[in-house]
């Protein structure tokens, strides 16, 4: 049997959720549910029966743990997480948005669906997986609402359902094993949506075509797309 931890999400009185571990005997819990037939039952035994998470301030969401008791340790999440945490391979994988910022690249202040995952044992944040939202809107991908669902982790793989209704499978390690997977093949990826009534680029799809076999994207696509509500060009 080897340490691991259970886990319980809790809404701070702070602008992020604190995914807070449970100090126990446990093992992989690598799917909604524990096992495909989704009974939500621990086979463990001596389990903790009460805990008290602590206490957070409300200005910064900064854990106060003196008071705490089973918790072994808190992880900030995003403003709004509905998926429940999955547990395998010493890695804690869960669904969330934006709102924490956690990485360089996207502040906070950039809506997206993220995976975040955290070091089992000691709570570190190692990776996120970030989804754009779509430009439809609300009618199809709600503010801040990130990514729901709760991966499936098989392996050094993890499947899971993005906010942009996208199955995703991605290496549980990132790039921490050191390997780059390599691109991915055979897979479709959309430039822009234009609504049914849009005409701006019929004339351009031959233009089109002939620059992105040179790897590049002209001008008046550019604007098209700026037009049609994507941004245009890629994030550095």
């Known amino acids: 049997m080897r340490l691991s931890c259970a886990w319980s999400l809790l809404l701070a009185a702070c602008t992020v959720s604190p995914l807070v571990a449970l100090q126990l005997l446990a093992a992989d819990y690598a799917q909604w549910g524990g096992s495909p ?24 969401g900064r854990w106060d743990n003196t008071k705490a008791k089973n918790i072994k ?58 989804a754009e939202k779509l430009p439809t809107g609300r009618v199809h991908d709600w503010p801040l609402i990130g990514i729901v669902s ?3 982790v098989e392996g050094d793989r993890a499947w899971f359902v993005s906010n942009r209704a996208e199955v995703v499978c991605v290496d549980t390690r990132g790039f921490y094993d050191g390997e780059d997977d390599g691109p991915v093949l055979g897979e479709y990826v959309p430039v822009a949506t234009f609504r049914p009534n849009d005409n701006p680029v019929k004339a351009l ?12 994207l002209p001008p008046e696509v550019r604007t098209a797309i700026q037009d049609a509500g994507d941004q245009g060009r890629a994030k550095k």
């Open 37 to 60: 037939t989704r009974n939500n039952v621990s086979a463990e035994r001596n389990l903790p029966t009460d805990w008290n998470p602590g206490e957070f301030d409300r200005k910064t």
């Open 73 to 130: 340790w808190v992880a900030n999440l995003g403003s709004q997480t509905y998926g429940s945490p999955v547990v395998a391979d010493g890695r804690v994988f869960v669904g969330t948005n934006n709102s924490y910022g956690h990485i360089q690249q996207y502040p906070r202040d950039i809506d997206l669906g993220c995976l975040l995952c955290f070091s089992e044992q000691t709570g570190e944040f190692l990776w996120q997986f970030s």
């Open 150 to 152: 709760s991966p499936l």
């Open 205 to 216: 799809l031959g233009l089109l075509s002939a620059t992105l076999d040179r790897g590049e």
